[in-house]
Structures are given as C-alpha cells and as structure tokens.
C-alpha cells in the first residue's frame, strides 16, 4: 500500500484537537508544577510522542528520563505483572514526578508502575495521560491529567502502535478491519 493513511478507518482525534488539548494540559501542568523540581517520566514507547509535545509547552523546567516496561504472561493483553526492560536513571529521592503515558487501557501497566515508583522515595507520584478508555478498566488508577477519555475500540497514532506500526500517525484513529488480517 504505502500510504499511512489508507489503513484507517476513522479519525477518532486529529492533530488540531490533539494540540489543543496538549495545550491546556501543559497550562495546567505549569501552574500546578510552578518552583518544583520536576521529573517527566515518560513510558517507553508509546508516550514518546506525548512527552515530546507535552514538554515543549510547558513553561516550567523540568528533567525527563525515560522507563521501558513490558506485560508479560498471557497472549497480548495485559496481565498485570510487569517486568522493566529499562529502568530509570533519575533517583526518585525528593523528587516530584509526573508519569507520563500515552494510554490508559486495563490501568495494570500504571498501576503496577506508580506503586513501584512511589516505593523509591519521591516527593509525589501524579500521572499525565492522553488517552483514557473508561470502559476498559481494570484496576482504578488515580490519574491527574487526561487529554480524553474515548470507547473501548482499537485505536493507533500519536505513538500507539499495532505490531509496533503507526505510532508516527499524527492522528489517533481507528485501524480497517483487513489490516489484522481478518
Ligand atoms: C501500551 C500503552 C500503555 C499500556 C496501556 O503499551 O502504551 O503503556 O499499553 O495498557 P494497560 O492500561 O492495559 O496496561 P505497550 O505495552 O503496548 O508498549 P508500547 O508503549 O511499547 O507500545
Ligand atoms: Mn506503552
Ligand atoms: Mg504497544
């Protein structure tokens, strides 16, 4: 095919909303984070995107580092038991941290990770997120930021991926049904 876009089948959210909303959460961001010593983590790979965006309009200074966690278990959802394939540099001592994802789906990846964060001495732990699927939790995760909340559908872009493809969408939409081979 060739063309990114011909594998979609609906813009759930385009650019122009995307940087919208990037916009009031980084306002929101910089008030709340105002003379703290900030730590960005953003989750390997699909927050790369967000992080990017979102730190560019901050009007704060803050340190970013980077965690690479990975579900294992069963199949590809996931299970809730969570390995770190790359840890942190940063020693979380005193340290406020804002976690930062691109998606929350069941919530086990975050909340597996928050508690394990919160158990290296930091100052607080709060989470920044772009995307939120309500009706896919399976765990409460107590997040501070939600660029949106949206149907429990497959969806790629702006870092999610489908077989680690589409996370240079611009946008984030939803996948035509031939493209999993159905
Ligand atoms: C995706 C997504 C979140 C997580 C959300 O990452 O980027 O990190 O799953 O799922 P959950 O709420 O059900 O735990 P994935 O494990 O696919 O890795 P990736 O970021 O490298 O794509
Ligand atoms: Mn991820
Ligand atoms: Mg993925």
Do not use: C
């Not at 803050?62 to 969570?82: C, E, F, I, L, R």
Request: aromatic fraction near 6%.
């Amino acid at each position: 095919n060739g063309s990114l876009d011909n594998d979609i089948e609906h813009v759930l959210l385009s650019t122009d909303q995307i940087n919208a909303r990037l916009d009031e959460i980084a306002a929101d961001i910089s008030r709340d984070y105002a003379d703290k010593d900030v730590l960005v983590v953003g989750v390997l790979k699909g927050a790369v995107m967000v992080v990017a965006d979102l730190t560019r309009r901050l009007t704060i200074p803050v340190s970013m580092d980077w965690m690479a966690v990975s579900s294992y278990g069963s199949g590809t959802k996931s299970s809730g038991v969570v390995r770190i394939l790359k840890d942190l540099d940063a020693d979380l001592h005193g340290r406020h941290v804002l976690v930062v994802e691109d998606i929350i789906d069941s919530g086990l990846t975050l909340s597996w990770l928050v508690a394990n964060l919160r158990s290296r001495g930091p100052e607080s732990v709060e989470i920044a997120t772009m995307l939120r699927k309500p009706d896919a939790a399976k765990v409460e995760v107590d997040v501070r930021y939600v660029g949106f909340d949206i149907p429990n559908e497959f969806v790629v872009g702006y870092g999610l991926d489908y077989a680690e493809q589409y996370r240079n969408l611009p946008y984030v939409g939803t996948l035509k049904p031939e493209v999993y081979g159905g």
